[in-house]
């Protein structure tokens, strides 16, 4: 199939969406080529989902530690973090996982390059000084931290390196208020760092339900995190050291109060990661924050240059890159009928609490439908009774009154994900309150909570 060619499909960026593009195409027949300048797996593996939810478990433990004592369990001694442990174990999660991309590519038959790759026309591709052409490229390199630029800012370093400290800092200062930002305060602060967040807007999470999100700021801030809002970050200078191991920073913010800090984090936003790519020997099109333009079926203003996942900035999810991948390699070598559809995709901030939400927020339902039934639910966790934590769930349908169809779902509270995963069927499937009120509940658990609310909140 590859005639003049060296590849019928080049592949650049072995992360989730690249990954899968590459195995799909080469189980066809197609011949396949991924490089991958940094590590298999991209961001989700290696310093994104994965490494950060092992990181959101080891911060829970504190809390589950405290509720045992009024389960009957006696804990001799107060338990300690060793921070080194946690990381590297971690660390060798990641490389397994990393292996395990190595075998699924191997498996494939398609052929992996490591190097970075740079396109020089439509149809090449250099990489370690070795040019290779290709009937098809596809641009799966995902996002970049973005780092602000203000006096000082050099000290501070992005979610990338949260991953890999030499140590814990005793204080540490989060700017941003989006998933990474309160996911790491929650990680921080359940660590034993004392943790504040910073941002620029009046309320955290700002594309999710106000009301909801509300009860994610209440219980940040009961477990002890100190949220800034209506704040920035002015600028950032060295202090004396803490401790032998670990600098001091003075973080002024523009109110002109200042915070001592051992550590700075941006969680400020990812940009695609396009910068020296080489797209200026093609005729594809970038739009102003950097990401790739495609049309429906990730065709770029070159007929030959293709690209999905965050590089786009359409969705940044894994799962999405993933479904993009698959529609994308029907599309160039099957019958073309896979979609992919961006509406009422299921997802969580692994905050703490946990947020987990699919479909409609309330003010996009408002804007959508002439009229909303709202159904809410705030109550104590069953683990709460015993174990003395002040700690609630709130759960949140939001109905279009003339259809009775469950537009939107939102959870705060313990195991929302798992729960939103499963409701996110039965709103893709246009499931309607009736359809939830005629569902037995599994007793006891929180997750019947969806199936038992029966008075409009308004």
Same mark, same amino acid.
């Given at each position: 199939?590859?005639?003049?060619?060296?590849?019928?499909?080049?592949?650049?960026?072995?992360?989730?969406?690249?990954?899968?593009?590459?195995?799909?195409?080469?189980?066809?027949?197609?011949?396949?080529?991924?490089?991958?300048?940094?590590?298999?797996?991209?961001?989700?593996?290696?310093?994104?989902?994965?490494?950060?939810?092992?990181?959101?478990?080891?911060?829970?433990?504190?809390?589950?530690?405290?509720?045992?004592?009024?389960?009957?369990?006696?804990?001799?001694?107060?338990?300690?973090?060793?921070?080194?442990?946690?990381?590297?174990?971690?660390?060798?999660?990641?490389?397994?996982?990393?292996?395990?991309?190595?075998?699924?590519?191997?498996?494939?038959?398609?052929?992996?390059?490591?190097?970075?790759?740079?396109?020089?026309?439509?149809?090449?591709?250099?990489?370690?000084?070795?040019?290779?052409?290709?009937?098809?490229?596809?641009?799966?390199?995902?996002?970049?931290?973005?780092?602000?630029?203000?006096?000082?800012?050099?000290?501070?370093?992005?979610?990338?390196?949260?991953?890999?400290?030499?140590?814990?800092?005793?204080?540490?200062?989060?700017? +941003?208020?989006?998933?990474? %930002?309160?996911?790491?305060?929650?990680?921080?602060? #359940? @660590? $034993?760092? *004392? &943790?504040?967040? =910073?941002?620029?807007?009046?309320?955290?999470?700002?594309?999710?339900?106000?009301?909801?999100?509300?009860?994610?700021?209440?219980?940040?801030?009961?477990?002890?995190?100190?949220?800034?809002?209506?704040?920035?970050?002015?600028?950032?200078?060295?202090?004396?050291?803490?401790?032998?191991?670990?600098?001091?920073?003075?973080?002024?913010?523009?109110?002109?109060?200042?915070?001592?800090? +051992?550590?700075?984090?941006? %969680?400020?936003?990812?940009?695609?990661?396009?910068? #020296? @790519? $080489?797209? *200026? &020997?093609?005729? =594809?099109?970038?739009?102003?924050?950097?990401?790739?333009?495609?049309?429906?079926?990730?065709?770029?203003?070159?007929?030959?240059?293709?690209?999905?996942?965050?590089?786009?900035?359409?969705?940044?999810?894994?799962?999405?890159?993933?479904?993009?991948?698959?529609?994308?390699?029907?599309?160039?070598?099957?019958?073309?009928?896979?979609?992919?559809?961006?509406?009422?995709?299921?997802?969580?901030?692994?905050?703490?609490?946990?947020?987990?939400?699919?479909?409609?927020?309330?003010?996009?339902?408002?804007?959508?439908?002439?009229?909303?039934?709202?159904?809410?639910?705030?109550?104590?966790?069953?683990?709460?009774?015993?174990?003395?934590?002040?700690?609630?769930?709130?759960?949140?349908?939001?109905?279009?009154?003339?259809?009775?169809?469950?537009?939107?779902?939102?959870?705060?509270?313990?195991?929302?994900?798992?729960?939103?995963?499963?409701?996110?069927?039965?709103?893709?499937?246009?499931?309607?309150?009736?359809?939830?009120?005629?569902?037995?509940?599994?007793?006891?658990?929180?997750?019947?909570?969806?199936?038992?609310?029966?008075?409009?909140?308004?």
């Amino acid at each position: 199939m590859s005639d003049a060619f060296d590849y019928d499909l080049f592949v650049i960026g072995a992360g989730s969406g690249g990954v899968r593009a590459a195995r799909m195409a080469a189980s066809k027949g197609v011949k396949v080529a991924v490089a991958e300048e940094r590590y298999l797996g991209g961001t989700c593996v290696n310093v994104g989902c994965v490494p950060k939810k092992l990181f959101v478990y080891a911060s829970q433990f504190p809390e589950l530690f405290q509720a045992s004592a009024g389960f009957g369990w006696d804990i001799p001694q107060s338990p300690t973090l060793d921070w080194p442990t946690l990381r590297d174990n971690k660390t060798a999660e990641i490389e397994r996982l990393n292996q395990i991309y190595q075998t699924l590519i191997d498996n494939s038959g398609a052929d992996l390059i490591n190097g970075r790759a740079t396109i020089d026309g439509p149809h090449r591709v250099l990489v370690n000084d070795r040019a290779y052409t290709a009937r098809t490229i596809l641009i799966a390199t995902g996002g970049w931290p973005y780092i602000p630029d203000f006096p000082g800012s050099e000290h501070g370093i992005s979610s990338n390196e949260m991953f890999y400290l030499d140590q814990l800092p005793k204080t540490a200062v989060i700017l +941003g208020g989006g998933y990474i %930002a309160v996911e790491f305060a929650g990680i921080l602060n #359940g @660590l $034993g760092v *004392e &943790t504040h967040l =910073v941002y620029r807007g009046s309320a955290l999470l700002k594309s999710f339900d106000r009301e909801m999100v509300e009860k994610v700021q209440e219980g940040m801030q009961a477990k002890g995190v100190r949220i800034h809002l209506n704040s920035t970050i002015e600028a950032i200078s060295k202090t004396e050291a803490i401790s032998k191991t670990e600098d001091g920073l003075s973080v002024l913010l523009n109110d002109q109060t200042s915070l001592d800090a +051992g550590l700075v984090l941006f %969680a400020t936003g990812r940009k695609a990661n396009t910068s #020296g @790519l $080489g797209l *200026e &020997t093609t005729n =594809v099109q970038i739009q102003n924050h950097g990401a790739i333009e495609v049309d429906q079926n990730f065709a770029t203003a070159e007929p030959s240059i293709y690209a999905l996942g965050d590089v786009i900035d359409r969705v940044q999810l894994t799962p999405v890159a993933i479904q993009e991948a698959m529609v994308l390699v029907e599309h160039l070598y099957g019958e073309g009928q896979l979609t992919i559809d961006y509406n009422d995709i299921p997802t969580a901030v692994f905050c703490q609490p946990e947020f987990a939400t699919v479909g409609l927020t309330e003010e996009q339902a408002r804007a959508k439908y002439n009229d909303i039934d709202l159904y809410l639910s705030d109550f104590k966790p069953m683990l709460q009774t015993l174990g003395g934590g002040a700690e609630r769930i709130t759960m949140k349908l939001v109905v279009d009154s003339a259809s009775d169809r469950v537009v939107g779902c939102h959870m705060v509270g313990d195991h929302a994900a798992e729960i939103i995963q499963g409701i996110g069927i039965a709103i893709k499937a246009g499931a309607t309150k009736a359809h939830f009120d005629a569902t037995i509940g599994i007793h006891p658990s929180a997750a019947e909570e969806f199936v038992t609310m029966r008075n409009k909140e308004r």
